[in-house]
């Protein structure tokens, strides 16, 4: 399943491209793009556990880029 965000607060590019890296690395998430000209998070994840692989990827959001927020689009 895909899901699409609005993401602000990231101040640049090398910002995105690691928290990239990291939200590929949360269990469940199949792949994890970040746009940082279009402030744009689309997550590819295992549908089964839905709830959780969200919790845990804003839990990796706000350790990595703690000033960043997320809302689903």
């Known amino acids: 399943m895909k899901c699409k965000f609005k993401i602000k607060g990231l101040d640049c590019a090398n910002c995105a491209a690691e928290l990239e890296r990291a939200l590929n690395k949360v269990d469940g998430v199949k ?8 402030e744009r998070l689309e997550l590819e994840y295992d549908e089964e556990n839905k709830e959780e ?3 845990n990827a804003k839990k990796v959001i706000k350790r990595e880029e703690p ?3 997320i809302e689903e689009i």
């Open 31 to 38: 792949n994890a793009t970040i746009s940082f000209m279009t």
């Open 67 to 69: 000033d960043v927020t």
């Open 53 to 55: 692989i969200l919790k």
